[in-house]
């Protein structure tokens, strides 16, 4: 069972940068992709950004340019650095873990960071 910590959440002023941290423990073998969703109160997570097991990376439109995901294999941790960040960015921010196990693609999520940007 993989599990997932995050970390790097904080209140900050718009213009200001983060970065966040998302910690795997457990067995991850098959890796498909490791990113960030965003969600805000009720509303539909929103992909912010991935990044696949050959190191390929794709990001939201609204990010483009201010937020850089990375991954550290060595220590089962990927990274979202954010700079520039916008009020609208503000929302939890959910690692999650795709791989795949016995022909499945197994999704696992963290419990998410707050991070909000004041105006």
């Known amino acids: 069972q993989v599990q997932l910590v995050e970390s790097g959440g904080d209140l900050v002023q718009a213009g200001g940068s983060l970065r966040l941290s998302c910690a795997a423990s457990?067995?991850?073998?098959?890796?498909?992709?490791m990113g960030w969703y965003r969600q805000v109160l009720e509303e539909q997570r929103v992909l912010v950004a991935r990044i696949f097991s050959d190191g390929t990376t794709d990001y939201a439109d609204s990010v483009k340019g201010r937020f850089t995901i990375s991954r550290d294999n060595a220590k089962n941790t990927v990274y979202l650095r954010l700079n520039s960040l916008r009020p609208e960015d503000t929302g939890v921010y959910l690692c999650y873990v795709k791989h795949a196990e016995s022909g499945l693609h197994i999704t696992s999520w963290g419990q998410g960071t707050q991070v909000t940007v004041s105006s």
């Open positions: 457990g067995s991850i073998s098959n890796l498909i992709a």
